[in-house]
């Protein structure tokens, strides 16, 4: 069982960032592949990053690509999404993922691959 806590949401203006942390209870928290996923009013849930156990394998959303950087601190059992140059599309609740195991890495872009999320932190970008 893994529970998900995500934080360091809120208001910013267009260009600026944020840093969300996810905290993790759980003694496997190391085993887990992670991701942020968001939602906007009115929109489907989407991937945004994802990031292995181990750390070495990084995943973004072609919206994302070199604006947000995932990471994860397994001793701190925690994963954080780096936002840089925020546009007002990025407008959403930013949800927190854990993935077992043995999720294939190329699954995890696929929201139903995922057992455990967070209850979601809002980001809103004005203009």
């Known amino acids: 069982q893994v529970q998900l806590v995500e934080s360091g949401g809120g208001l910013v203006q267009a260009g600026g960032s944020l840093r969300l942390s996810c905290a993790a209870s759980g003694r496997t928290f190391s085993s887990y592949a992670m991701a942020w996923f968001r939602q906007a009013p009115g929109k489907e849930r989407e991937f945004v990053a994802a990031?292995?156990?181990?750390?070495?394998?990084?995943y973004y959303a072609d919206s994302v690509k070199g604006r947000f950087t995932i990471s994860r601190d397994n001793a701190k059992n925690t994963v954080y999404l780096q936002m840089n140059s925020l546009k007002p599309e990025d407008t959403a609740v930013y949800y927190c993922a854990a993935a077992a195991p043995d999720t294939n890495e190329w699954l995890l872009v696929v929201v139903g691959v995922y057992d455990y999320w967070g209850q979601g932190t809002q980001v809103t970008v004005s203009s």
């Open positions: 990031i292995s156990w181990s750390g070495s394998s990084t």
